[in-house]
């Protein structure tokens, strides 16, 4: 069974240098949370299961070679998988499209070479050579969240687990579902722990998905069950979605060996990958509703109390009264103001904005000696605003959509002065100043 799964970059056939596919190895203390593996992000083309028996002077030359044969054999397999039909390629080829390769077992003696190993192919340049489209569709960001029980005790990012580790390392670029993985440090221990997986409240997870940027979901649960250390090893797994734990599938899968606890943990994940990507075709992983519509903004005491001051003052208001005479839809009225000098039209602006209800007095049309015409907005009926100028000792003469006011001189209106004559072509009566 499998004891270790790692990536080993190769580069040119002479070097021999084993690294992580995926970058650097963070150290990461005994106790703490988060993963030692770095995330693998990468979205190459992948070939297991190529069984290798090489042959040669050395153990290194052995090794070597079996890596040669593995990245020719698995090119063989992908073409055959991508294309139908087998396709070759050199060596100088291989080494340029090939990202890494798979250790899923091997064997090294003095001069022979036994194993079974995986190859990582450049997905861009393997799909330009063979001619293939690489463009996959994914699903709307997921959050994963990998629950492992073990002892009794669950945990997911509390303290570092053997499942979120086979999360980490699993090579997610070819499969329909955008992962959104953690690396289990910094605040995800609180913010996603065993804890939360139980709670369905929409506004929390509203919260922690707008953290990761995420849009759902996914919580990936295995129970670890050890017969004796060392011993058999059964694990429990189960794929769900959403808040209210939807479950989209469960399994369970056996080892002889705990020292293949890994090896039985990826192979979990690819089947559960399997059914988050059949479910996502046959339409079951639909967002929830309310972790997309968020609920509006509570408003500041500052805005209550101004909204609570806005109210009251409304509700205070003085009805204006309605005139038959006035259009709602034409609150500006024209008065015609009698302006002899400066200081009589500042006098008879200031008045006019005076008036309660009145918004803007503006002069539109100015003739000191004669009659300017001043622009009014007024909030009620062109009698209301007659009956205000006189109640303030102006003399007003009113016609259709027009006043004309002028200073009183017995204070009030005194007598009724005449109408005021309405203009005609050739009329001698007509106001002269315009």
Do not use: C
Request: net charge positive.
């Amino acid at each position: 069974m499998q004891l270790s799964r790692f990536s080993l970059t190769i580069g040119l056939a002479s070097a021999l240098a084993i690294a992580s596919a995926a970058g650097g190895v963070f150290a990461q203390g005994a106790g703490q949370g988060g993963s030692a593996v770095p995330i693998d992000g990468s979205g190459s083309f992948e070939v297991s299961g190529v069984d290798v028996d090489i042959k040669a002077t050395t153990a290194d030359a052995a090794r070597q070679g079996g890596w040669r044969l593995a990245q020719r054999k698995g090119w063989e397999m992908l073409s055959q998988r991508l294309t139908g039909k087998k396709s070759t390629l050199s060596d100088s080829a291989l080494d340029a499209i090939v990202n890494g390769i798979v250790v899923e077992r091997e064997q090294i003696g003095p001069s022979r070479y036994i194993a079974k190993l995986g190859v990582l192919f450049d997905r861009g340049k393997a799909g330009a050579i063979l001619g293939v489209s690489t463009a996959v569709t994914r699903s709307p960001p997921m959050l994963i969240v990998p629950l492992e029980y073990s002892g009794g005790v669950g945990r997911v990012y509390e303290r570092e687990t053997a499942w979120a580790r086979a999360w980490n390392r699993f090579r997610s670029g070819g499969s329909t579902i955008d992962y959104v993985r953690l690396q289990g440090t910094g605040p995800d221990a609180l913010l996603v722990n065993a804890g939360q997986t139980l709670r369905r409240g929409r506004n929390w997870w509203r919260t922690i998905l707008d953290q990761y940027g995420a849009s759902d979901v996914l919580i990936a649960e295995v129970q670890i069950r050890r017969d004796y250390p060392g011993g058999p090893v059964v694990a429990v797994f189960a794929a769900m979605h959403g808040p209210d734990r939807q479950k989209i599938t469960s399994f369970a899968l056996r080892v002889d060996n705990g020292d293949a606890l890994d090896g039985l943990l990826d192979a979990g994940i690819q089947r559960i990958d399997q059914a988050y990507q059949q479910a996502l075709a046959g339409g079951l992983l639909h967002t929830d509703r309310l972790l997309v519509a968020h609920p509006p903004v509570p408003k500041t005491p500052e805005q209550l109390a101004a909204e609570a001051a806005a109210a009251a003052a409304i509700a205070n208001a003085t009805p204006i009264p309605e005139d038959s005479t006035t259009t709602a839809t034409a609150p500006t009225l024209t008065v015609q103001v009698e302006t002899p000098n400066v200081g009589a039209l500042t006098a008879s602006e200031s008045a006019i904005r005076g008036v309660p209800g009145v918004r803007s007095a503006v002069t539109t049309s100015l003739a000191l000696g004669g009659i300017s015409l001043t622009r009014v907005d007024y909030a009620g009926g062109q009698a209301a605003l007659r009956a205000a100028l006189e109640a303030r000792g102006w003399q007003v003469q009113e016609g259709a959509g027009v006043l004309r006011i002028r200073r009183g001189t017995g204070g009030g209106s005194g007598t009724a002065p005449a109408p005021i004559p309405q203009p005609t072509p050739q009329g001698a009566g007509a106001p002269t100043g315009q």
